[in-house]
């Protein structure tokens, strides 16, 4: 079950919503401290991120150690562009 399934958030059709705001720099550290599903493990190894669900914990940004996530205007967002390890 992956984590938006566990918290609910599901499309009428049963998947986790479309998001436009994806990363795959590493292993998904970002998802295991969502306490609200807006980050979602994918199978691929990348994580997906709906920021309309993000409850602003920071959790996300605490954990990631590649500065890809920040707060915008309350909720978290993925950075644009490649990632610099
Ligand atoms: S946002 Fe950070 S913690 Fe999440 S997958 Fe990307 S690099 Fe890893
Ligand atoms: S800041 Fe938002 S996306 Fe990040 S862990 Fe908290 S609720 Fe989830």
């Given at each position: 079950?992956?984590?938006?399934?566990?918290?609910?958030?599901?499309?009428?059709?049963?998947?986790?919503?479309?998001?436009?705001?994806?990363?795959?720099?590493?292993?998904?550290?970002?998802?295991?401290?969502?306490?609200?599903?807006?980050?979602?493990?994918?199978?691929?190894?990348?994580?997906?991120?709906?920021?309309?669900?993000?409850?602003?914990?920071?959790?996300?940004?605490?954990?990631?150690?590649?500065?890809?996530?920040?707060?915008d205007g309350g909720?978290?967002?993925?950075?644009?562009?490649?990632?610099?390890?």
């Open positions: 079950m992956s984590i938006g399934a566990a918290s609910g958030q599901l499309d009428e059709d049963g998947t986790f919503p479309v998001a436009e705001q994806t990363c795959s720099a590493c292993e998904g550290l970002c998802a295991e401290p969502c306490p609200s599903g807006a980050i979602q493990a994918n199978p691929d190894g990348s994580v997906s991120l709906i920021s309309e669900f993000c409850g602003g914990c920071g959790g996300c940004i605490a954990v990631c150690g590649f500065g890809r996530i920040s707060m909720v978290a967002r993925f950075a644009d562009g490649p990632v610099a390890r």
